[in-house]
């Protein structure tokens, strides 16, 4: 399955910046050692009057981070700062945290039309748009290399072809990776962050159950289209965070590009519907298809498609959700999007056998 990004602390600090009138500044964590509550590629916006959006930490550094961000504003220039509480005694770098790692932190001006801003707007369309990007990250080097730039980059803050060239090798290796250059106006130090598409999930059926599903997949950062052939279910203001289509199941493939789609669920309660929405998506690709309802109605189902079936049945997931004991259809919609969610990060979507690392 191609990697989707399931982090969306950065439209996250994108909606709050947006309704600031006053200087902010940007911290992003670019590099961790052992235990720590984030990891490389956390942000934090913090304002002016000391508001903070985000966490770097379970609020042991947050406060110091603060002080940081008032000389970053106050001074105009990007700066490092690092904490180690692998040290029995913490207690000497001024905040007393009692954690077991250490994270090296870059603060940043970030207030509206800053090079920063602007990377963090543009990552966040392009993302969005279906495609990957980079975050270059200047960390040691001349002041004006220093901070947030994007790749693909907007015309208003451009950067340079060999920096260019390595945010193009790291969106092809998939992988975010620390970085040195030797150009003078180039950062002599820099992290490259790897940024994957947004996750795009399309729900056949637009019935009340859809309406808690819908919302869940929206806070959880993910495109979220619904469908449905009755005019009376699909209505935009229904579904306010979700596009909204009115179309039948056999024009499906028309209506949606499901090759966009790593998740689609299949949930109209009208067996006729449901046939036809699996038809669509047994001769597409989306990697997960996830069906509402008991397994004798599954397999009903999986006879009505005849030749399909076996192009369906190794991506077919139903009856979908996790067993929580979900019985309202806010919880079956939290089970599910649990579900939909562990596939996309790679996991089971079991207990964990020991207790979870702190990561």
């Given at each position: 399955m191609p990697p989707v990004r399931l982090d969306s602390s950065l439209e996250m600090?994108?909606?709050?910046?947006?309704?600031?009138?006053?200087?902010?500044?940007?911290?992003?964590?670019?590099?961790?050692?052992?235990?720590?509550?984030?990891?490389?590629?956390?942000?934090?916006?913090?304002e002016a009057d000391g508001r903070i959006t985000g966490l770097l930490s379970g609020g042991c550094l947050e406060g110091d981070?603060?002080?940081?961000?008032?000389?970053?504003?106050?001074?105009?220039?990007?700066?490092?700062?690092?904490?180690?509480?692998?040290?029995?005694?913490?207690?000497?770098?001024?905040?007393?945290?009692?954690?077991?790692?250490?994270?090296?932190?870059?603060?940043?001006?970030?207030?509206a039309g800053s090079a920063a801003a602007a990377a963090l707007e543009e990552a966040s369309r392009i993302t969005h748009a279906g495609s990957s990007a980079a975050l270059l990250v200047g960390l040691e080097g001349p002041a004006g290399s220093r901070g947030t730039r994007v790749w693909p980059a907007p015309s208003a803050f451009p950067i340079a072809a060999e920096a260019a060239a390595l945010c193009a090798s790291v969106i092809a290796g998939g992988a975010s990776r620390a970085v040195r250059f030797e150009g003078a106006a180039l950062p002599s130090e820099a992290w490259i962050q790897y940024l994957a598409p947004t996750p795009r999930v399309l729900i056949c059926g637009a019935g009340p159950d859809a309406e808690p599903l819908a919302a869940?997949?929206?806070?959880?950062?993910?495109?979220?289209?619904?469908?449905?052939?009755?005019?009376?279910y699909a209505l935009p203001a229904r579904f306010p965070r979700a596009r909204v289509l009115l179309a039948a199941p056999d024009l499906l493939g028309e209506q949606v590009e499901l090759g966009a789609c790593f998740a689609a669920i299949v949930m109209s309660h009208h067996l006729v519907s449901d046939a036809g929405y699996l038809?669509?998506?047994?001769?597409?690709?989306?990697?997960?298809?996830?069906?509402?309802?008991?397994?004798?109605?599954?397999?009903?189902?999986?006879?009505?498609?005849?030749?399909?079936?076996?192009?369906?049945?190794?991506?077919?997931?139903?009856?979908?959700?996790?067993?929580?004991?979900?019985?309202?259809?806010?919880?079956?919609?939290?089970?599910?999007?649990?579900?939909?969610?562990?596939?996309?990060?790679?996991?089971?979507?079991?207990?964990?056998?020991?207790?979870?690392?702190?990561?």
């Open positions: 600090l994108l909606e709050r910046h947006r309704l600031l009138a006053t200087p902010c500044a940007l911290a992003t964590v670019v590099a961790t050692a052992g235990s720590t509550y984030r990891k490389a590629g956390a942000r934090m916006l913090i981070l603060r002080e940081r961000a008032q000389s970053v504003l106050e001074g105009g220039a990007a700066s490092i700062v690092e904490y180690d509480m692998r040290s029995a005694d913490d207690l000497i770098f001024g905040i007393g945290a009692g954690c077991e790692g250490a994270m090296r932190i870059l603060v940043e001006p970030a207030s869940l997949f929206a806070v959880l950062g993910m495109a979220v289209t619904v469908i449905d052939h009755r005019p009376a038809r669509a998506l047994a001769v597409s690709e989306v990697p997960y298809v996830g069906l509402l309802g008991p397994r004798a109605r599954r397999e009903r189902l999986l006879d009505d498609l005849e030749g399909l079936a076996p192009r369906l049945v190794p991506r077919l997931h139903g009856p979908i959700g996790l067993d929580i004991g979900a019985v309202t259809p806010e919880s079956i919609a939290l089970a599910i999007a649990a579900e939909v969610h562990a596939f996309a990060a790679g996991r089971a979507g079991g207990a964990f056998a020991h207790p979870p690392p702190n990561s």
